[in-house]
């Protein structure tokens, strides 16, 4: 699309064969710009170098061809080879130079969009379809899970749930688990400044410079590792302090994670701990299943018909 003028222009190397073409590179195309306009009549005043600011500003047309090679990627049969990306890249490479060469490219009508696809969002007088490749599909994942987060948690009696008399038996020994996962995955959320236990598991340190964010992405995911590993041993000995109470470490694992699942998913209770959605599941069992609701129940009456540990003490 542009060319390269390593002024300090990031590159992106990788042997994954998923990611590379098919084919050999195309022969680079042509960068060369196109030749300036030189004023002839006198010395550059203070007024030139204005009447030049508003020029570029009214012909600055990058953004949108830019936008345009996008969406004819996206929606043209030979992608990227297209006619109309080609032409898109060429005219991108002389807007890129349009503000000192003072020569602003033509934008064809013909290659402006009347349609753009779902991942870049609405726009006005502009229709949008549903785009079948990468990005759509990575975009409706994101939303899928944005939207995910962003709501309410469950009510209490969902696929968690409990009975009554094994939930209080764990709820103590859950809480304190969960509390002191909530204290360290606050930590990291100051530490590395982000808004929620999603974007530290996840690496998204939006809020971190460009130069910087690879090295904190980095970072931030060891630390959560860390964390895991940490609840983990402390579930473990949790378990194993309760199994001798009961007589069975695995169904004290299991209804210890159920009590887990409880809590931070609880409509009410579940505020304690906004940030620590993820933290059940790192100790869930490989040989549990969760049943669909409203079958919730049949869960813990499997799991406890030989033994109702209602007198931990």
């Not at 030139?48 to 049969?77: M, P, R, W, Y």
């Not at 460009?210 to 895991?228: F, I, P, S």
Request: charged share 25%; net charge negative; hydrophobic share 35%.
């Amino acid at each position: 699309m542009a060319g390269s003028d390593l002024d300090g222009d990031e590159y992106f190397v990788t042997w994954e064969k998923g990611l590379i073409f098919p084919q050999n590179n195309c022969p680079a195309m042509d960068y060369s710009s196109t030749k300036c306009q030189i004023k002839t009549h006198g010395p550059v005043t203070t007024e030139d170098l204005i009447e030049q600011f508003l020029i570029n500003i009214k012909t600055d047309i990058l953004g949108e061809v830019s936008t345009a090679h996008l969406i004819h990627a996206d929606c043209d049969e030979n992608g990227i080879w297209s006619d109309s990306c080609l032409q898109l890249a060429r005219i991108a490479s002389e807007a890129v130079d349009a503000p000192k060469t003072g020569r602003a490219p033509d934008f064809p009508r013909s290659l402006r969009c009347q349609e753009r696809p779902d991942f870049l969002g609405p726009a006005p007088n502009k229709e949008t379809y549903r785009s079948t490749h990468a990005l759509g599909v990575m975009h409706r994942d994101m939303r899928t899970i944005e939207n995910a987060l962003n709501k309410n948690r469950m009510p209490s009696t969902n696929c968690f749930e409990c009975r009554d008399d094994v939930f209080n038996a764990y709820h103590d020994y859950a809480r304190s688990l969960l509390r002191s996962y909530k204290a360290e995955i606050d930590v990291l959320l100051v530490k590395f400044n982000a808004r929620s236990e999603a974007q530290i598991i996840c690496g998204s340190m939006a809020g971190w410079r460009k130069d910087e964010r690879y090295d904190v992405q980095a970072e931030a995911r060891g630390a959560y590792k860390n964390l895991a590993k940490s609840f983990r041993e402390k579930f473990c000995k949790k378990t194993i302090e309760l199994s001798k109470k009961v007589k069975d470490s695995k169904v004290s694992s299991q209804l210890l994670v159920l009590a887990c699942f409880r809590i931070v998913y609880d409509q009410k209770e579940g505020r304690d701990f906004e940030n620590c959605l993820a933290a059940p599941w790192l100790v869930f069992p490989d040989d549990m299943s969760l049943p669909r609701a409203p079958d919730h129940s049949q869960m813990t009456s499997q799991i406890t018909q030989r033994h109702c540990p209602t007198h931990l003490e």
